[in-house]
């Protein structure tokens, strides 16, 4: 049974940094896509980033490009998102998201496992 945990999540000034983790059990497939995700109040669920865990198919939303860069270390099962440049715009909850289904990374639907999120504020 997939288990993800995130972690990492404060309340950060605009321009600040903060480094995201989710820690990751019972993932057996190389094909697993690792995604983060994050929702903001009255807003939808957005694609961050993603990758395969086994490397390579890494994306990002146009709006964290250059900003954030997701990575992994298999040997510790663990997902990371490092968050530089934060805005205010950034404020939400993150979400760490794991799938074996095809089709568009953004696509929230197609990850059948989740962690409880965490909480991501940034202020101007």
């Known amino acids: 049974q997939v288990q993800l945990v995130e972690s990492g999540g404060a309340s950060v000034q605009a321009g600040g940094s903060l480094r995201l983790s989710c820690a990751a059990s019972?993932?057996?497939?190389?094909?697993?896509?690792m995604a983060w995700f994050r929702q903001a109040p009255g807003k939808e669920r957005e694609g961050v980033a993603g990758?395969?865990?086994?490397?390579?198919?890494?994306r990002y939303a146009d709006s964290v490009k250059g900003r954030f860069t997701i990575s992994r270390d298999n040997a510790k099962n663990t997902l990371y998102l490092q968050m530089n440049s934060l805005k205010p715009e950034d404020t939400a909850m993150y979400y760490c998201?794991?799938?074996?289904?095809?089709?568009?990374?953004?696509?929230?639907?197609?990850?059948?496992?989740w962690g409880q999120g965490t909480q991501v504020t940034v202020s101007s």
């Open positions: 998201a794991a799938s074996l289904s095809g089709g568009t990374w953004t696509d929230w639907r197609k990850y059948n496992n």
């Open positions: 990758t395969y865990i086994s490397g390579g198919g890494t």
């Open positions: 019972g993932i057996a497939y190389s094909e697993t896509y």
